[in-house]
């Protein structure tokens, strides 16, 4: 009965999410906006009529034609054919070139960092190699990059998170402590709060002038305009370099709820390790805030979970089905207003984690089921405008994103998951 139950599950979905491009297909034809299904349930993505169904609730007798098991079966190993075939031509190619301009790219920020840290010890660089990957380096795009630089010392400072600025804390003075016990001094407001804004400000100033005195001077220049630290390196490619503290052996309080209590993923093994890899506070704008950050605000720190995140994606096809997503969006969703980047893709994977909880969900012969899951989900949150942070809810990914780019995006993305799914082989040509 087993068996019946899985080819039943994938039957139904398929045929569920088969119906729901055909309709999409319809509405954007006339022109009309589709029905929109809510992001949020609670504290997490809603399923898009993928979620599996109850086995307690099947009958002894199949309620469609069991001679349709073997087609079924059929296209779904069709699908993951051209997926795996998708995965080895097309995103292993991606991942060399990035591969490759990182190195380019390290080389050049490496020596940018050196002079840094000669005119001031206490930015040291951490942007070291260890097992075939930069720590710290996070992949945008293949043009776009963020290193953090991770600090020293933050012991004297408190962590506070009370929920007044979504997806940032404050660092504040513990009690009793003096201004001059920490390290950065004079990046302490009167209030007491370590500024993230003064300390960048200062890094800015710092890297402005390792600019001109670096090896490669020639071949980079600041990105004006911005109070991020921003790099321009041979007109191609663009690295924005972060002051960071890392803090393990605590959890931020506007994280408590996770991992949700009736959810079954991740064991509490996973959670454990999860949590103790901790999270980073980033000197970066709070888009959240969309420019109207007061004096007060701009203190605050952006809180970061990409270790996390990534210790989350480990085992079954997840990391290939992020892979497949990524590679998708840079090539078919890179739009005017830049709606999506790679982090929404990581973000819908973890909620599809969420979902489909059994490490089975997760075998390669599931792929296709996935990444359509994923897609269709993207679909739902463009058109509702709000994707939240997988750890920070309350935190829209969408916040600022123009409306018309959000559409735009919607309406391609229908095109790649109807295409995907009524013709796996047009993957070829994807």
């Given at each position: 009965m087993g068996c019946l139950q899985d080819i039943k599950i994938n039957h139904?979905?398929?045929?569920?999410?088969?119906?729901?491009?055909m309709v999409g297909k319809i509405i954007w034809a006339e022109g009309a906006k589709p029905t929109t299904v809510?992001?949020?349930?609670?504290?997490?993505?809603?399923?898009?009529?993928?979620?599996?169904?109850d086995p307690s609730g099947y009958c002894e007798t199949p309620v469609y034609n069991p001679d349709l098991c073997p087609n079924m079966i059929a296209a779904q190993?069709?699908?993951?054919?051209?997926?795996?075939?998708?995965y080895n031509e097309k995103c292993q190619s991606r991942k060399a070139a990035i591969s490759k301009t990182i190195r380019e790219v390290c080389k050049v920020v490496s020596d940018v960092l050196k002079e840094v840290e000669v005119q001031e010890p206490r930015f040291?660089?951490?942007?070291?190699?260890?097992?075939?990957?930069?720590?710290?380096?996070?992949?945008?795009?293949?043009?776009?990059?963020?290193?953090?630089?991770?600090?020293?010392?933050?012991?004297?400072?408190?962590?506070v998170d009370d929920g007044s600025l979504p997806g940032c804390a404050v660092l504040k003075l513990s009690d009793g402590r003096k201004r001059s016990m920490s390290l950065w001094v004079e990046f302490i407001t009167a209030s007491g709060y370590l500024s993230a804004r003064k300390i960048r400000s200062r890094f800015q100033t710092l890297v402005a002038q390792a600019v001109d005195k670096c090896s490669y001077r020639d071949?980079?220049?600041?990105?004006?305009?911005?109070?991020?630290?921003?790099?321009r390196i041979r007109d191609r490619y663009v690295v924005?370099?972060?002051?960071?503290?890392?803090?393990?052996?605590?959890?931020?309080?506007?994280?408590?709820h996770w991992p949700l209590p009736h959810i079954p993923w991740p064991g509490p093994n996973r959670v454990a390790e999860v949590k103790a890899e901790g999270f980073n506070l980033l000197s970066k704008e709070c888009y959240s805030l969309n420019g109207k950050q007061s004096s007060a605000e701009s203190d605050a720190w952006v809180l970061?979970?990409?270790?996390?995140?990534?210790?989350?994606?480990?085992?079954?096809?997840?990391k290939k089905c992020l892979s497949l997503l990524k590679t998708l969006r840079d090539r078919h969703l890179e739009l005017p207003g830049q709606p999506l980047n790679n982090y929404h893709m990581k973000t819908l994977v973890s909620y599809e984690c969420e979902k489909h909880p059994r490490e089975s969900d997760w075998d390669e012969n599931c792929l296709g089921d996935r990444l359509n899951g994923i897609l269709l989900q993207l679909i739902s949150?463009?058109?509702?405008?709000?994707?939240?942070?997988?750890?920070?809810?309350?935190?829209?990914?969408?916040?600022?994103?123009?409306?018309?780019?959000?559409?735009?995006?919607a309406k391609q993305t229908w095109r790649l998951a109807r295409e995907i799914l009524t013709n796996p082989k047009s993957l070829e040509k994807l």
């Open positions: 139904r979905e398929l045929k569920s999410r088969a119906l729901l491009i809510s992001p949020l349930s609670s504290l997490k993505l809603a399923p898009v009529q993928t979620a599996a169904l190993a069709k699908l993951v054919y051209h997926l795996n075939k998708y040291i660089s951490s942007l070291n190699e260890m097992d075939n990957r930069f720590e710290g380096l996070e992949v945008i795009s293949p043009t776009e990059f963020e290193v953090v630089l991770y600090l020293n010392q933050m012991g004297v400072f408190n962590f071949v980079v220049k600041m990105v004006a305009d911005t109070s991020e630290v921003k790099l924005q370099i972060t002051p960071a503290f890392k803090c393990t052996g605590i959890w931020p309080r506007s994280a408590a970061q979970f990409a270790e996390a995140e990534n210790r989350l994606l480990l085992g079954g096809c997840r949150c463009l058109q509702c405008r709000r994707c939240p942070h997988y750890f920070l809810p309350n935190l829209d990914l969408f916040q600022g994103k123009p409306h018309s780019a959000l559409e735009n995006a």
